[in-house]
């Protein structure tokens, strides 16, 4: 190494307290996303009906005979999953936050979905004739 040439512990050292600074505002209870389990088969999604906010993973398997896919067609937060080929399993994650979220397979122009291919889940809860969803 030469004259004035950082050595790689300082470096290192830098870069952790760099990341620690940029990620420090999280807490450690989202540090790491959840994982939830998705089932897709013809014609049905099968995943729990009230889930946590915050970071996470849903890990979809395909388990029909045909392609499916997972997409947040209403809620606060959405995403989709993009095409899963029967017996394949992919993985999609986001920051959940409390509201309620409709799911369907849009593969065939909302075919799957008129075949019953829908679903929802909830975080949190809202007071009757609110509007506001909270999480406890």
Known sequence: MGVGAPSRSLL???LVAAATT???SVPAAEAAPRPVT????EYGIVLP?????????????NRGRFPHNFTVLFGP????SGTILPGATKRVTAR????EYLIGCTILNGGHLAQGMLTQFTIGSRA???GRWHYP
């Open 12 to 14: 290192a050292a830098a």
């Open 22 to 24: 940029v990620t420090g």
């Open 38 to 41: 998705v089932t897709l088969r």
């Open 49 to 61: 009906a009230k889930l946590r906010p915050g970071p996470t993973t849903f890990v979809i398997r």
């Open 77 to 80: 937060v959405r995403f989709r």
């Open 96 to 99: 959940l936050v409390p509201g």
């Open 128 to 130: 009757h004739g609110s």
